[in-house]
Every structure is written in structure tokens, then in C-alpha cells.
């Protein structure tokens, strides 16, 4: 079956700007969850959604921000961007009863510049 | 709050050596524990899990046992190959409530033909 897509794989942005990162889940996944990874604060959950509602949140200031659609398919948006938002983000995707764990995507390389 | 402790990278090793990578985590209850791969530019796959004490995990040679005493899930290999190159994460999630991964800062092993 198919796995985890995120879309693009890769963006360079500038400062101030905003961007989109879209993220389809495994077909029957509802859960759908986003990570930040860095070089120096290395992987750090963005927010969780199921059944479009979001569920829970790191600590990111509210520049970030998520949403779920009916088809469990999951978009996360970032405004005003800085440089320090450069970064792997990483979109996971799980059934409901959490038995198989998270399975990842290939993640967008976000750029700022 | 949980946490996990990885063993402090990299790790060089030849092929067909033994393969030790140290975790430790500290967390309430009776989470999960899991150990990803990330291979250069790619997501995290997951490797193996392991859901109670004493349960051990394998796929591809790896292996890792829960630990409840030592509050340890250490991951093991006896004959490492070129291909197993990557970066290996420990992580931990409670199974109940929130759902979101703890990660470890993440191990690199290199391995020498």
C-alpha cells in the first residue's frame, strides 16, 4: 500500500514570507502528526490531528498552525517565516489504535533565506 | 516530563562488528518504545518496537529488549553492514492520551567495508 506523501519535498522561502506543506496519509490512517527536525533541537512534535481536530500541540509560537480535511489528508502552515524555521518537517501518519506505530514520510526541507 | 537518553554519536564500526547503541528513557507508566532509521534524506522507518516490559523487538538482525529495571531499550546487532549506515532513534510514546513520540537527539553509525 502506499505510504506516507509529502509534498514538495523541498522549498526555499524568504523571510516573512509564508508557506504550506501537505502531507497524505496511509489509506485507513486518521491520525496524522507533524515534527520539526533540526540539527540542534533535533525532532520536536508540531501538533497531532484526528478526524480533523486537533488533538494536541508542542510548544511552537501560534505562527504555526494545521488542519485536517475529511480524507485524513493534512496541510501545516507556517507565516512569517524566519531563518531559524529551516528545517526537515516530517509528517507521520497512524491507525487508531496506535498498534503499528508511527510510519513517516520522506519529509519537505524547508528553506529560509 | 518523558524523556529519552541516546549514547552520543558517531560510531564507527567495521563490518561484521558488534552493534551497540545505548537508550534510556524516563517516562510514568508503561509507555511504548520504539527505535527508528533515517537514512540520508529520507524519513524515519521504523525498525522495531516493543510495547511492555520484557518484550523484545527484532527486524532485520536488530534487536532490542524493554527494560523496565534499568529503564533501557538498547539496541543491538552482532554483524553490522555497510548498508545499516544511518541515523538511529530512540523514541517512547504513552498509550494513552496524548499521542506524540519523545525522540532521542538521535545516534549516527558509520560502518566500514
Known amino acids: 500500500k502506499a505510504g506516507v506523501t509529502q509534498t514538495p519535498r523541498y522549498l526555499i522561502k524568504t523571510r516573512g514570507q509564508q508557506v504550506t506543506l501537505s502531507c497524505s496519509p496511509i489509506?485507513?490512517?486518521?491520525?496524522v502528526s507533524w515534527y520539526q527536525q533540526t540539527p540542534g533541537q533535533g525532532l520536536q512534535f508540531l501538533f497531532e490531528?484526528?478526524?480533523?481536530?486537533?488533538?494536541n500541540k508542542g510548544n511552537f509560537p501560534g505562527r504555526f498552525s494545521g488542519r485536517q480535511f475529511s480524507n485524513s489528508r493534512s496541510e501545516m502552515n507556517v507565516s512569517t517565516l524566519e531563518l531559524g524555521d529551516s528545517a526537515l518537517y516530517l509528517c507521520a501518519s497512524s491507525s487508531i489504535d496506535r498498534s503499528g506505530g508511527y510510519t513517516f514520510g520522506s519529509g519537505t526541507r524547508l528553506t529560509v533565506v | 516530563g518523558d524523556s529519552v537518553t541516546q549514547m552520543e554519536g558517531p560510531v564507527t564500526l567495521s563490518e561484521e562488528a558488534f552493534l551497540t547503541i545505548n537508550c534510556t528513557y524516563t517516562?510514568?507508566?508503561?509507555?511504548?518504545l520504539f527505535w527508528y532509521v533515517q537514512y540520508p534524506g529520507e524519513g524515519l522507518q521504523l525498525l522495531l518496537k516493543a510495547t511492555k516490559a520484557d518484550d523484545k523487538g527484532s527486524n532485520k538482525g536488530f534487536e532490542a529488549t524493554y527494560r523496565k529495571e534499568t529503564t533501557s531499550f538498547h539496541l543491538e546487532k552482532g554483524s553490522v553492514q555497510v548498508s545499516d549506515s544511518a541515523v538511529y532513534f530512540c523514541?517512547?510514546?504513552?498509550?494513552?492520551?496524548?499521542?506524540?513520540?519523545?525522540f532521542g537527539t538521535g545516534t549516527r553509525l558509520k560502518v566500514l567495508a
Open positions: 490531528y484526528f478526524s480533523e481536530t486537533q488533538r
Open positions: 489509506s485507513g490512517h486518521r491520525s
Open positions: 523514541a517512547l510514546s504513552q498509550n494513552s492520551g496524548t499521542y506524540k513520540y519523545i
Open positions: 517516562a510514568t507508566g508503561y509507555p511504548s
